[in-house]
């Protein structure tokens, strides 16, 4: 079993549209998760952490569930600029980044 | 954050020659990272370089490979040598502040043909 698994995508939703991402992992020793963006031929960037009891920012709401091993991204009111990878990624407990573990990314596309 | 500036963005190299990519970094940071990011797939750390000591490898990668320096504690460089077509992909380098979030570098798009 992979470490991090994403769906790949492409999402192509339409403006306005609500799009979910979930990403499972399989160490269950991670204890810190993150959601990255990545613009395309651009960097990652870090979009949001994942807290246990969930958090949100703005249009964007991050879920994660232990028992299941999954995280999840919501947008809400997709917009153009939303298009972009979306990087799941974990770290196992008191790991530093630098064991950083990448899932390959689900694409969305926003259109108009 | 951080501001990292990595050269070169992208380069085109025949086989069997190395290239050499610049990171540097606008404050002093312990660790600096190495990552590889191939088509389609996620990213791979390289390697971890530390001022005054040898790179730290992962697993699969090998310095005589990808030779790496650290310099100083805002600089390094990551050499990918005798280059083949299956080494063609993105390189970054990267950064922490000491809160698990990691600054990358614009990154280098590489072509070997």
């Known amino acids: 079993r992979k470490e991090v698994e994403q769906d790949p995508g492409p999402f192509n939703v339409p403006e306005g549209a609500t799009v979910a991402f979930n990403c499972t992992y399989s160490?269950?020793?991670?204890?810190?998760f993150f959601w990255y963006r990545q613009d395309c031929r651009k960097e990652p960037k870090l979009l949001m952490s994942?807290?246990?009891s969930g958090n949100e920012d703005g249009r964007f709401t991050a879920q994660l569930n232990r028992a299941s091993q999954y995280i999840s991204l919501l947008i809400r009111d997709s917009k153009l600029s939303d298009s972009a990878t979306y990087l799941c990624?974990?770290?196992?407990?008191?790991?530093?980044?630098?064991?950083?573990?990448f899932g390959k990314g689900t694409k969305l596309s926003v259109i108009p | 954050s951080a501001v990292i500036s990595q050269k070169p963005s992208r380069d085109i190299c025949q086989r069997g020659t190395s290239l050499t990519i610049q990171c540097q970094v606008d404050?002093?940071?312990?660790?600096m990272f190495w990552y590889r990011q191939q088509p389609g797939q996620s990213l791979t750390l390289i390697a971890t370089?530390?001022?005054?000591?040898?790179?730290?490898?992962e697993s699969g990668f090998v310095i005589d490979k990808f030779p790496i320096s650290r310099p100083n504690l805002t600089f390094s460089t990551l050499t990918v040598s005798n280059m083949s077509p299956e080494d063609s992909s993105i390189y970054l380098c990267?950064?922490?502040?000491?809160?698990?979030?990691?600054?990358f570098g614009q990154g280098t798009r590489l072509t070997v043909v």
């Open positions: 990267s950064v922490d502040r000491g809160r698990l979030e990691a600054f």
């Open positions: 160490n269950s020793a991670s204890q810190s």
């Open positions: 994942v807290y246990s």
């Open positions: 990624v974990v770290l196992p407990s008191g790991a530093g980044s630098y064991q950083l573990t």
């Open positions: 404050s002093q940071v312990t660790m």
């Open positions: 370089a530390n001022q005054g000591s040898e790179a730290t490898y």
